[in-house]
């Protein structure tokens, strides 16, 4: 009988350890999901920036649109596990991710009338920075720490 219970303890904590290993593993590819998506938004705030501070039909701010185009859709891979990572903060980052998007190519962007707009580079910063923020915040909740 000790035999049986000593086995099934055993086979209980091994259980139990493989669920806990894998549950951290999961939470820790989360944490380095948020991490590229944060340096993904630095990369669109820095493109944007550039960009609307460009002189227009200068080839850097072509070469900035460029970029920034690329670097939007490119961060637009984190939306398939955004809401599973996210939780209730989802819908929240839904609102500023459009927001981001809007502001940085909303406007005259792309167009031969663009000019430089220092109003659309504090809106951008301000935006990417509350992003950054939140998702910085879901990365600390996933370990329970609020």
């Given at each position: 009988m000790e035999f049986a219970v000593a086995?099934?303890?055993a086979f209980a904590g091994a259980l139990i350890t493989y669920i806990a290993q894998n549950y951290l593993a999961m939470q820790s590819e989360?944490?380095?999901?948020l991490n590229d998506h944060i340096s993904e938004i630095k990369l669109i705030e820095s493109?944007?920036?550039?960009?609307?501070?460009?002189e227009p039909d200068d080839v850097e701010q072509r070469l900035y649109q460029a970029k920034l185009e690329g670097a939007i859709s490119a961060?637009?891979?984190?939306?398939?596990?955004?809401?599973?990572?996210?939780?209730?903060?989802?819908?929240?980052?839904?609102?500023?991710?459009?927001a981001i998007y809007e502001a940085a190519t909303g406007g005259q962007f792309g167009t031969a009338t663009k000019?430089?707009?220092?109003?659309r580079v504090v809106?951008?910063?301000?935006l990417c920075n509350e992003l950054r923020s939140l998702l910085r915040q879901s990365r600390r909740?996933?370990?329970?720490?609020?």
């Open positions: 086995v099934f303890a989360d944490s380095a999901h493109y944007a920036v550039a960009y609307w501070l460009a961060s637009g891979c984190f939306n398939k596990d955004a809401q599973r990572i996210l939780g209730n903060k989802y819908n929240e980052y839904v609102k500023l991710d459009q000019k430089i707009d220092y109003n809106e951008i910063m301000t909740s996933q370990y329970w720490a609020h």
